[in-house]
């Protein structure tokens, strides 16, 4: 009885078998094709996901440090997955990791991504599949900071000095890096400043070109510097100079002393310029001893400088050229008209005579100086006087009397023309007469 029921059974199941395993297979791609139509697998794609290395230390504890190359550190990810998945998922959520534990002979690194919202039934994959490495040994150096300024101060103004807060900075970074650099430079901006400036400056690395040099790698113990700018107020002054001798005997230094430049602008501190009208330079280099032609020497006229006072420009380092013109000494005889004599303070109570110039129409002097000098020398316009206050000092007497007495002319002649000797006035004092006194006398 059982075995009859079990062949029935068999019978049943194995009969038309294809078409039932037919049925099977086509309900289950039924089954299949709506679960997709209700839940279909989808793709999307995540840009620019900034690649993180970890495990680093593997690297830089053995003294190295590695530099991404190619832009590698940046992948687009593709994940593909269900729709329902997908859409729970934002860029924010997608990760990529390159291990340093896995550093390649070729080094380079793998790069995994994943998702920190979902990672199951997702499928990634990066556009990059390796970061690509430069490894180098840490070299660590130090430089000067160059300190300068762009721009320009005010007018009438200059920089008159720059101080940075400290003048190294220490680097560290791939070698091949730090041996590129050649400066660093700080650059402070002055366009416009009339008084001091402080201010923080950023410090740029430079080739030996000159072409700024830019890499994260490289690491620098301070990355500003603060710069103190003094600016200082200008001033045009006038170039004198100072013949410490005189040239060979019957020669005289000429008024024409030149040089070149022949006026400087300094630079200071408003207080320090106001003073300042010129600059006079007495240097030996200007002696024209025994000299019976033209001079021409260099002269450095920085050390003539007033304390607190500099050169405008910078760059100039105050050598001047200076030519001091020698001529021969001339001489000249004038016929000064006797009108041009007079004695000055002359005593109220006694008559004075100048005895050289009575009833004289000249007086004639002898003068001597440049050729230029002395021919410029009018006899019309040169006047003699004899002070009077300063022969009766001279004599020591307490006051004047009748008598006869000497004393020396002062004539108003120019500096650079000088007297052949000195000349003297004969000065003749009488009793003043009453001519009234003398005509009632007579009539008696």
Request: proline share 3%.
């Amino acid at each position: 009885m059982k075995n009859s029921i079990l062949k029935k059974a068999i019978r049943m199941v194995t009969n038309n078998f294809g078409l039932k395993i037919l049925a099977v297979i086509v309900s289950c791609g039924l089954w299949v094709a709506v679960d997709n139509i209700n839940d279909p697998i989808d793709t999307d794609t995540y840009y620019n996901i900034p690649v993180e290395i970890i495990n680093a230390e593997l690297v830089t504890n053995e003294g190295k440090v590695y530099d991404v190359l190619d832009g590698t550190d940046t992948v687009n990810v593709t994940v593909k997955g269900k729709r329902t998945v997908l859409s729970y998922i934002s860029k924010e959520d997608i990760k990529a990791v390159a291990d340093m534990s896995e550093l390649t002979f070729m080094n380079t690194v793998g790069i995994k991504a994943y998702s920190v919202r979902s990672n199951s039934e997702l499928d990634f994959k990066t556009n990059i599949d390796s970061v690509k490495l430069s490894i180098e040994n840490v070299l660590r150096d130090q430089k000067p900071i160059n300190v300068s300024t762009s721009g320009e101060p005010a007018a009438g103004y200059v920089v008159g000095g720059i101080k940075p807060s400290q003048n190294v900075v220490r680097l560290s970074g791939p070698e091949s890096l730090i041996k590129q650099i050649d400066h660093v430079e700080a650059v402070a901006n002055v366009d416009g400043s009339s008084s001091d400036i402080d201010t923080s400056v950023e410090l740029k690395l430079y080739d030996a070109a000159n072409n700024e040099i830019k890499n994260s790698s490289i690491k620098m113990n301070i990355t500003t510097v603060n710069v103190s700018v003094t600016i200082y107020a200008t001033k045009v002054v006038q170039l004198s100079f100072a013949i410490p001798d005189e040239p060979a005997a019957g020669y005289v230094v000429s008024d024409e002393v030149f040089s070149m430049p022949e006026t400087v602008t300094i630079a200071g501190r408003s207080s320090a310029l106001e003073g300042v009208s010129r600059i006079v330079v007495s240097d030996p280099a200007l002696s024209v001893e025994g000299m019976t032609e033209n001079m021409t020497a260099i002269v450095n006229i920085k050390k003539y400088l007033p304390t607190g006072v500099q050169f405008a420009d910078s760059s100039f380092g105050g050598n001047v050229s200076v030519t001091v013109g020698i001529e021969q000494i001339v001489s000249k005889e004038l016929s000064i008209p006797a009108r041009n004599f007079a004695a000055g303070n002359k005593p109220e109570n006694l008559n004075l005579t100048l005895r050289e110039v009575e009833d004289q129409e000249d007086y004639k002097i002898r003068i001597s100086g440049t050729k230029a000098a002395v021919d410029a020398v009018n006899a019309e316009n040169v006047i003699g006087v004899v002070d009077m206050n300063g022969l009766l000092e001279n004599l020591g007497l307490p006051e004047w009397s009748v008598g006869i007495y000497q004393g020396d002319i002062t004539f108003n002649l120019p500096e650079n023309v000088k007297l052949d000797r000195t000349y003297q006035m004969t000065i003749v004092l009488e009793e003043i007469v009453d001519e009234v006194d003398d005509d009632e006398n007579n009539i008696e």
